[in-house]
């Protein structure tokens, strides 16, 4: 089952890359379909390099082997512009950069490296004073949360509310202060059957009217899954 959820992403996938007409996926959702992988996978080398990318927006998270990440992930930068995402040393996602399509013979890590450099001067901010959070921010938030941040729900962030954990306009409206939250877990915190605060690094503690606390947190990204390159297992063991 996994290989066949796989077979069919990787076909939406092509053909979205490709340009090719796909009536049941409407132009405005076409961004939830996603390949994530460590930058080690990518380029075939590193710590990372024989960790799994990871298939987002097909139904839920899907592994997918370096081999098969590496190749796709080459080929669609060579078509279109990518997302990279800056992780400090734990994983923890700290901006989203687009780059247009790679240069003439596809990217290096210097490369890379150079125009993500370029990129980070003009980023645009991450907190804005309207109530509807920016293009930037929701990249952010659904990139660091890619699931419903309620503590039962698997919702994919792309179909659920960007939550204010502090309400607006007592507070802001920023990639700190938002959360992906579906109707359902966002209508019980409006009633405050649960109290909820929001950590920079994507986890939640759920507060119950028992007094119980519960805490989710954000799948990892490849890479940093326990026992991966550079998950807590793997540098635990040298």
């Known amino acids: 089952m996994d290989q066949r959820r796989v077979d069919a992403f990787f076909d939406v996938f092509r ?31 590193g710590p990372a390099a024989a960790d799994p990318g990871e298939a987002r927006g097909a139904g839920g998270s899907t592994p997918i ?28 996602l700290h901006r989203v950069v687009r780059l247009p399509k790679a240069p003439p013979g596809g ?46 729900c698997p919702r994919r962030a792309a179909r659920c509310d960007l939550d204010h954990d502090t309400p607006w306009p007592r507070g802001p409206t920023d990639a700190i202060n938002l959360g992906p939250r579906c109707r359902r877990q966002h209508e019980i915190k409006t009633r405050g059957l649960v109290r909820t605060q929001l950590h920079p690094d994507g986890s939640v503690d759920h507060r119950m ?13 490849p890479g940093y899954a326990p026992g991966e390159g550079y998950g807590k297992d793997a540098a635990d063991c040298g």
Do not use: K
Request: proline share 8%.
């Open 15 to 45: 053909r979205i890359r490709d340009g090719e007409a796909l009536p049941t996926v409407p132009v405005r959702r076409q961004r939830e379909l996603g390949l994530v992988l460590h930058a080690d996978t990518f380029f075939g080398e």
């Open 107 to 152: 990217w290096t890590r210097r490369l890379l490296d150079e125009a993500v450099r370029a990129r980070l001067g003009d980023l645009p901010p991450l907190s804005c004073e309207s109530y509807s959070p920016t293009v930037a921010i929701a990249e952010h938030v659904r990139a660091r949360n890619p699931r419903c941040t309620g503590y039962d």
């Open 209 to 221: 009217l028992t007094g119980m606390i519960l805490t989710t947190r954000p799948e990892p990204l």
């Open 65 to 92: 082997d370096p081999v098969t990440a590496r190749e796709q992930a080459q080929a669609s930068a060579e078509r279109s512009a990518v997302n990279v995402l800056l992780v400090d040393h734990a994983g923890v």
